[in-house]
């Protein structure tokens, strides 16, 4: 039986973030909050980037 890379990769990564739930679920969650604040920050100055460029190409 062949296992290939990418479904033990998948593998891997989900029993270690289960075994994160069980083991430390206020910085799991401290984690995801700080990295959707962290994303939404970056959209936000994205689309105002393009809202400048756009005002300046006009």
């Known amino acids: 039986m062949a296992v290939n890379?990418?479904?033990l990769g998948i593998g891997a990564g989900v029993l270690f973030i289960g075994y994160w739930i069980f083991t430390d679920?206020?910085?799991?969650?401290?984690?995801t909050k700080?990295?959707?604040s962290g994303g939404a920050g970056l959209t936000g100055d994205l689309f105002s980037a393009v809202i400048d460029f756009t005002k300046e190409a006009t």
């Open 34 to 36: 700080d990295g959707a």
């Open 5 to 7: 890379k990418k479904n």
């Open 25 to 31: 679920p206020a910085g799991l969650a401290q984690l």
